[in-house]
């Protein structure tokens, strides 16, 4: 189960830090992503960790989001910061594939929601 936290509404260049609790599995022997769906629009992954130093981002994110995680809480966390009015969506942890576009089956948390305003 993934359950997302931290959303919320803020302005242009503003900055948030969600974080996403995972139960029913361990998740260090895994890699970890972050994605988001905007409205009208499918879900993409915007960011990955593996062994808690590979990283890697897309690059509308990249050197804007810091995607991170502790094993020890079980706990993947994403820093967000310069945001733009186009990072507006609602934000997902799960597993995550070697490629991008690998979407996991089974179950999703309910998201947090992001709004960026000009």
């Known amino acids: 189960q993934f359950v997302e936290s931290g959303g919320g509404s803020v302005q242009a260049g503003g900055s948030l830090s969600l974080s996403c609790t995972v139960s029913?599995?361990?998740?260090?022997?895994?890699?970890m992503g972050w994605y988001r769906q905007a409205p009208g629009k499918g879900r993409e992954r915007i960011a990955r960790?593996?062994?808690?130093?590979?990283?890697d981002y897309v690059e509308a994110v990249k050197g804007r989001f810091i995607i991170s995680i502790d094993n020890d809480k079980n706990m993947v966390f994403l820093q967000m910061n310069g945001l733009k009015p186009e990072d507006t969506a609602a934000y997902y942890c799960?597993?995550?594939?070697?490629?991008?576009?690998?979407?996991?089956?089974?179950?999703w948390g309910q998201g947090t929601q992001v709004t960026v305003s000009s």
């Open positions: 029913g599995i361990t998740i260090s022997p895994y890699a």
């Open positions: 960790v593996k062994n808690e130093t590979e990283t």
């Open positions: 799960n597993l995550a594939g070697a490629k991008s576009d690998y979407m996991p089956g089974g179950s």
